[in-house]
């Protein structure tokens, strides 16, 4: 049976095991997944909104120093990667839900830490612990989307969760900066581990009606080792798929935008552009919800047209003339919709690449293929805020970061265009 069999095999039981799912039932399951994913996204970007804090930097011992700033942020996108590549085969074996919750409660204890260190070593190391503890995180969201729905539906249930990446910088900027204009930097470590138990709750009673007893019955029972060892080629062919790995150098590229992206806003706002803190803390949402509104678009049209690879081309495209734009601009306000384009265009692209992904790999090996797809990406795209800091101080000039995103952002649509036709 060849590889392709199985995933039309796999993907016709799927479809009916999503068809008898009632409707409401259904939907709760990426409104579940955007919960964990908005709180990741939370614990993930707060610690950007604190490079301009003096209290911080104070802290931390290592004043305004960007490249030193931006290794935090990039030590824990190199340990979310890894962990994502080698943690991410648990979405095969075991119980997603439970793994969920287990991962919730060790961000939680993770940003307490956080809150009450007063050590630059320390909090890089927390910051690589809560990496590892996040790893697993989309690859499991992507294979419960696959077990939970038909792949005519796989965009827009993608999309769902996926908003919790937009809405989450959205919030987070302005609620990290609000509670740091209000009370302290440690207040913002504790505020993100308070909203863990409302996330929790939200898993268990979004996802707990799932089965996956397809997946774990076959990988925890020695006696059914005919599907063990199916796994395994599948996994040999995943490996030796040329597509595969075209996808995944895009998504490096992909990814390498939001985190320099995330990793640099506030700070290239106020230094760069010199918005006052007051109004940076509104203005610094705005692109991440124009970012919203180019996933929601561009998971309808993904659907609707299925030119999966063709919209991730134009998506990044996109977001680099949007920044080029910015570069060009002084006017604060012409400023901030010239980013808003830049980050509705990567938007767009969000739920596409994870359907071009699902259409070129077998539901059997789903984690693995998503674990390696986003563990490569945020590996490569930890290197984003760090080279930016770098660049930024050799330069001293905010703008030489925005210039390192536009040549990775046009190289990496370049890519995709021998899978235009195919995809």
């Known amino acids: 049976m060849t ?4 995933d039309a095999r796999d993907q016709r039981a799927g479809d009916a095991v999503a068809e008898n799912t009632p409707e409401r039932v259904r939907w709760l399951v990426p409104v579940a997944l955007f919960s964990c994913v908005l709180l990741a996204f939370f614990d993930k970007i707060s610690i950007a909104a604190l490079f301009s804090d003096p209290g911080f930097q104070q802290a931390m011992g290592i004043g305004f120093d960007p490249a030193r700033l931006g290794l935090l942020m990039s030590a824990f996108l190199f340990s979310y990667g890894v962990s994502s590549m080698l943690l991410s085969g648990v979405g095969d074996r075991f119980n997603p839900v439970k793994v969920l919750i287990g991962m919730m409660i060790s961000w939680g204890i993770l940003m307490v830490l956080m809150g009450l260190t007063h050590s630059y070593y320390t909090m890089m190391l927390l910051r690589i612990l809560l990496g590892i503890a996040e790893g697993p995180l989309i690859p499991m969201a992507y ?26 910088a959205a919030l987070g900027f ?13 207040s913002t470590f504790f505020f993100m581990a308070f ?25 925890t029972s020695g006696s059914n080792k ?15 798929t040329p597509h595969f790995w075209m996808i995944c150098l895009f998504n490096i590229a992909f990814l390498t935008y939001l985190w320099g992206m995330n990793g640099w806003l506030p700070s290239y706002l106020i230094n760069g552009k010199g918005i006052n803190l007051e109004h940076a803390r509104c203005l610094s949402s705005l692109p991440f919800v ?47 919709i010239a980013m808003s ?32 797809f986003n563990g490569l990406g945020n590996f490569a795209g930890a290197l984003a805020p760090v080279l930016m800091g770098v660049l930024i101080a050799a330069s001293h000039d905010m703008d030489s970061g925005l210039l390192f995103l536009v040549v990775v952002a046009l190289s990496g ?4 265009l021998p899978l235009l036709k195919k995809y």
């Not at 409302?198 to 007893?213: A, D, E, Q, R």
């Not at 649509?413 to 995709?416: D, K, M, V, Y």
């Open 3 to 6: 590889m392709q069999d199985i």
């Open 143 to 168: 294979v419960i989307v696959r077990q939970a729905f038909p792949q005519r539906l796989q965009a827009r249930a993608t999309m769902l969760w996926l908003l919790g990446t937009p809405i989450g």
């Open 174 to 186: 302005p609620v990290t900066l609000y509670i740091l204009n209000t009370f302290d930097w440690q």
């Open 195 to 219: 909203l863990t138990l409302p996330t929790m709750l939200m898993v268990l009673f979004g996802l707990s009606h799932l089965k996956f007893s397809r997946t774990q019955a076959s990988s």
């Open 226 to 240: 005919p599907a063990v060892a199916e796994r395994k080629q599948l996994r040999r062919e995943l490996f030796r």
């Open 290 to 336: 124009a970012m919203l509104f180019g996933e929601v678009v561009g998971a309808w049209l993904s659907d609707r047209f299925d030119r999966r690879a063709l919209a991730c081309f134009i998506s990044l495209c996109g977001a680099a003339v949007g920044l080029i734009l910015v570069l060009q601009l002084q006017e604060t306000n012409s400023v901030v």
């Open 341 to 372: 384009f830049s980050t509705f265009m990567w938007g767009a692209g969000a739920p596409n690449i994870f359907a071009l992904l699902a259409k070129a790999t077998s539901s059997r090996v789903s984690a693995t293929a998503g674990g390696i």
């Open 413 to 416: 649509s370049a890519l995709l």
